[in-house]
């Protein structure tokens, strides 16, 4: 099978992306029958190109874009695209549209327009970004069906773990009642530090530092990140129909770290924590809050850079999974794990 | 899609299955397509019986079988059946022989013989028998292969936890280059309540009555049973083409763990871990050994009943699975997950 793909946003992921199907062009040509071939991209830096016979994933690795503007003299039979994501979306020649704009987490634009209009256009779609996810799944996923096209968004938490696949693939006649895990990143690595004797401010400009900590640190500790992180595995993974500002967050923030910080017994590991669980009454609540959790609890004994969701199923009890070291190398394998599992489903 | 399904050997793991496929009923058949029903089932202890139309999940679990032998009257148009294992693999029409029977590890008797018959015969096998794949996965996997039918084994390693099927469907175009868990559960017991003060013997009489242990503790102690495991992970995840008796069992049995135990640091925790690693010469290497682990290690801090795997991928790093509780619900699981893998496959 031969597969056209289109990257809309082209940053560390979309790099890591690009580099991941080259090291494995071989590999998805033996195991799966698949070749894959770039036949655009768009970013908002470096503008865009396309390529209607589309370009190998090795040969576009060695190019210069998206570090510079597209070079048509460099790939015979391509050329420069001017325009938006929107306009991008509609001119280029492709089976998957791979979205990994930087997004507005709040809304989830642009991406969540990007995906619409490639999805209407019958295009597949793998996106990395879980703004459109948390916010608009049901829209988005009855929109697929009504096209008979693939939505995938495998890394939309904890970069290309496998969750959602999970979910979908290995655990068959599951239900899956509750998810539960320190979701955000920057908190943690903030509430750890500060129990290694850091000051908030202290951890969190070494947070930013590390690259990991959005320059408004208050998107990630006053628990919004979390809270739509949460909302995407409620939605997909429960059917919960939530929006992210239903999640309740309790007690966040920079002076309530401090706070629970200040008021910790000894042994005790502070954490961001996100669960959604259904209730006996068939609803579905979730949250963000501040825990204190005790000495031997596994999500307590995380390192910095560990990231760990717990599923709780009808048919397996508790399953938690554990990531070792989360970036864009895991979230470009997350997008390929999409792309296969699209390929998969078409050619079945 | 029907499948029929055959029961070789049935104890708890098999009356679990039996209701878990009866809880399921609808689900199945509305998510899967997928209707199952028994047309026979074989013991040692209560003799066996084949019913050519077969019985729907439901109505054999309220039947006395296997508490008592069968009773041709309960259910009409069937009929009870003498003979062994293999006698009734030749005798009973089936798509899928589901192999459950007690065994001897160190041979893989009688499932090794049971699969090998169902294989030859043009059956699918799902099996949560880790001796027969541990000693002869690549023999199984060709005839599977020659007969043109599947042979599945999720539950023959952290009861029915998603490992091989996470492998195969959920973590695409990866290599595994390593393994590496806690996977015996008797000695980790017995480690953790001399930890709490109990002496070994305490301990071992204590799994014993919980009927987790052994009689011969031995086969626990002096790590076959992780041995075994490891040799599976290997062999299916790695394709490392080792026996059992290959996998270095260092410093292991209970003198060496009344020894370990004594020279333990304060803080640490004493673990009998399995793992097998693809070294730089591309050869892989199985050990079962007594680790020290430190404080914040995650292995250290499984409570008893759980159990864990590290995965290393080259994709994703190092991706750790913990089982929050395994019992015959969950290893019955992932035996309806290799049958609902097979009939996606043949569907497909």
Chains 1, 2 share one sequence.
């Not at 579905?284 to 609890?297: F, S």
């Amino acid at each position: 099978m031969d597969l056209r793909l289109a990257l809309v946003g082209c940053g560390n992921v979309g790099r890591a992306f690009i580099a991941l199907v080259a090291a494995k062009e071989a590999e998805l040509r033996e195991r799966y029958d698949l070749r894959l071939r770039f036949t655009g991209g768009a970013t908002r830096t470096a503008g865009g190109w396309i390529a209607d016979e589309g370009i190998a994933a090795a040969e576009l690795a060695a190019l210069t874009w998206p570090g510079a503007a597209w070079q048509p003299d460099a790939a015979p039979g391509s050329r420069a695209f001017e325009g938006d994501g929107l306009a991008f979306i509609a001119a280029c020649p492709t089976d998957i549209v791979i979205e990994l704009t930087t997004l507005n987490p709040l809304t989830g634009e642009p991406a969540l327009s990007h995906i619409r209009a490639a999805l209407e256009a019958g295009r597949h779609v793998v996106t990395a970004n879980k703004g459109p996810i948390a916010h608009a799944y049901r829209e988005l996923r009855e929109l697929a069906q009504a096209r008979g096209v693939q939505l995938r968004f495998e890394s939309t938490v904890m970069d290309g773990t496998p969750i959602f696949n999970l979910a979908e693939f290995s655990l068959p006649a599951t239900s899956i009642t509750g998810v539960r895990g320190p979701l955000n990143s920057t908190s943690n690595y903030v509430l750890g530090e500060m129990a290694r004797g850091a000051t908030l401010e202290e951890a969190l400009a070494g947070a930013q530092r590390g690259g990991f900590a959005e320059a408004n640190p208050n998107y990630d500790l006053e628990g919004w990140d979390a809270a739509v992180k949460v909302t995407v595995l409620a939605n997909v993974l429960m059917d919960a129909g939530l929006r992210p500002d239903e999640v309740a967050r309790e007690g966040l923030g920079a002076d309530a770290m401090r706070a629970a910080h200040a008021a910790l017994a000894p042994g005790e590991t502070l954490k961001q924590m996100a669960q959604a669980r259904r209730g006996e009454d068939g609803r579905i609540a979730a949250t963000v809050a501040l825990v204190a959790l005790p000495p031997r609890d596994v999500f307590a004994q995380l390192v910095p850079g560990e990231t760990a969701l717990r599923l709780e199923a009808d048919t397996m009890g508790e399953l938690t999974l554990i990531e070792g070291a989360g970036g864009p190398e895991q979230t470009a394998f997350g997008v390929l794990a999409d792309v296969i599992a699209i390929a998969r489903a078409i050619g079945a």
